[in-house]
């Protein structure tokens, strides 16, 4: 009998055929091995399908799942209930990692303890922001519940957590903006807890990401690359 994986990688896709091979192929890359990859395709009217399943024939990891189009978040949950893994990472599908992203974010869980979510940090690629990380680095800091409700940025969409999160609260919303995330529902369910916020000087590799539809950047135009490690460690325990 096959054991589960210890991550489950999350990839929407919609029209994304540009993309999403360099998608795959940034996961399949990850030095940390144990994971399997979700794609779900969300109605794509392009070759995106077609391409996923073509990966998805070269490795076992790989799982094709289709659906009809929902958005992100839809599509975020269809994987979520099919995931086999106790910590769930989210990749779309017009992002990449570095190979050492799942490696950085995992030795976060075992060096804050307890912690639920782990969230990076990226570069852009392109743009007026050519060169810059998307968020502030800095030292060391204090994250609060008020903080990741006020602000939505707080926390990336770049975030690894556990699945008993996602459990906890229902998933990502679906009526909510194409970044909203699992958290944005903690407003109503969250019981508290302890969150550290490590912003470090650009030491570890994290994630490589595209903006090219403009969630993320100020251009529209521009992408983003990983390189400040940003770690936020949450426990919602009662």
């Not at 076992?60 to 893994?85: D, E, F, K, S, Y």
């Not at 990076?120 to 922001?129: D, Q, V």
Request: net charge neutral; charged share 20%; proline share 5%.
């Amino acid at each position: 009998m096959t054991r589960d994986p210890t991550v489950t990688i999350i990839t929407p896709a919609y029209n994304a055929s540009e993309f999403v091979a360099e998608t795959i192929a940034s996961a399949l890359a990850q030095t940390w091995r144990d994971f399997e990859l979700l794609i779900v395709d969300d109605g794509s009217t392009d070759t995106t399908l077609s391409i996923a399943q073509a990966w998805e024939r070269t490795d076992r990891r790989i799982r094709v799942l289709t659906r009809v189009h929902g958005g992100p978040a839809a599509a975020r949950n269809t994987a979520i209930a099919h995931a086999r893994g106790a910590f769930l990472a989210l990749l779309d599908s017009d992002d990449v990692w570095f190979p050492s992203f799942l490696e950085a974010q995992m030795a976060v869980f075992r060096e804050f303890r307890p912690c639920d979510v782990v969230t990076g940090n990226a570069y852009n690629r392109g743009g007026p922001r050519d060169g810059q990380p998307l968020k502030r680095v800095g030292p060391k800091r204090p994250l609060s519940l008020l903080q990741i409700l006020e602000s939505e940025s707080s926390v990336c969409i770049m975030s690894v957590f556990r699945r008993t999160v996602a459990e906890r609260i229902g998933g990502f919303n679906e009526a909510l903006p194409v970044t909203g995330l699992v958290l944005t529902k903690m407003d109503g369910t969250a019981k508290g807890g302890a969150v550290v916020a490590i912003e470090s000087e650009l030491k570890v590799p994290t994630k490589l990401m595209r903006s090219t539809r403009g969630h993320l950047t100020d251009a529209a135009s521009s992408s983003a690359s990983a390189g400040p490690s940003t770690a936020v460690a949450i426990d919602w325990r009662a």
